[in-house]
């Protein structure tokens, strides 16, 4: 069963929710950066343009999960007020803003709260699936040598 899928199946205790939740939420910031050097591998081709296509789609489903991982990554900075979105706001004139996390489940919705970030794990899933079956797609496509088909 996939990190997403336990988490969705509600039957975790609260200690195995968070855990859970944040493998999912580090793996996102993985699967971008393998979509992102697939993308630098094949520059200047049709299959670097697909894949960046891809990316920025996911990203657009997803806004701010990099900052997300960056909170959770680096904990310990922003625990302290020096994390780098942290550091951002102070050199912008504001305040350092805190940044939590929490899991909260209603019903059979599952939400991953980093700060004032907010990611629905069933979005998740299916941005990472979509991204996934693209990313494998254009693999396929590179193998047997055709023009990718979001180009064609």
């Given amino acids: 069963m996939t990190t997403s899928n336990r988490l969705l199946a509600g039957e975790q205790t609260r200690i195995d929710r968070s855990a859970d939740a944040l ?3 580090l793996s996102l910031r993985n699967l971008v950066r393998a979509a992102d050097w697939g993308a630098n591998t094949a ?3 049709a299959q670097e343009a697909a894949r960046r296509q891809a990316v920025a789609e996911f990203q657009q489903q997803l806004p701010n999960v990099v900052d997300a991982r960056d909170v959770l990554e680096h904990f310990d900075d922003y625990a ?3 994390g780098r979105l942290q550091q951002r706001a ?3 004139g504001q305040d ?3 940044y939590s996390f929490a899991v909260a489940v209603d019903d059979h919705d599952v939400v991953i709260a980093v700060g004032p970030y907010r990611f629905d794990v069933r979005s998740i899933r299916d941005a990472c699936r979509e991204l996934t079956i693209t990313i494998l797609s254009l693999e396929e496509q590179l ?3 055709e023009t990718p088909a979001a180009l064609a």
């Fill in 90 to 92: 102070v050199r912008e």
């Fill in 96 to 98: 350092a803003p805190t």
């Fill in 143 to 145: 193998d047997t040598g």
């Fill in 43 to 45: 520059r200047g081709s």
């Fill in 23 to 25: 493998l999912l939420m």
């Fill in 80 to 82: 302290t007020g020096r």
